[in-house]
């Protein structure tokens, strides 16, 4: 238990620190919310970035392409939930227009001097894992426990 509670603050913690200049988040619709609309489809795929300055980069660019009602960009896994108007829509105009942006996606790498433009702090690495699982967090925590009676 400790431990979770610990990788939770670590988390956390990193998060904040990551971007100084980061805006208050604001208009955070929920992946619950999303799924709600019941004649919109929402896909989900991953996309690099760290912070919540980087959130509203991917989200803007995401939002930006015809056909797409809502972009939630998950800072602590890695993922983007895009609600659509048209469940058959082509979804590499989305991945084109976040790559342009400077972020990575799944299936198209970041536009090189896009990425470059970036705040340094938004400058992720380009091996980090995409669409992670929800449990990894814990397993870092690990590690880092030296605990002594
Ligand atoms: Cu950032």
Redesign the pocket.
Known sequence: MKQIIYSLFLVLAVGMN??KN?TKKENQATPDEATELSSAAVVRFGVR???????K?IETAASSVEGVLSATWDVNRKFIEVGLSDANADLMPIHNAIAASGYDTEKVNADPSAYEK??L????DHSMEMNQAEHDHEMEAESGETESH
């Not at 970035?49 to 959130?55: A, F, P, V």
């Open positions: 990551s971007c980061e970035g760290n912070c919540s300055m980087c959130k980069t970036l705040p702090c938004c400058q992720y």
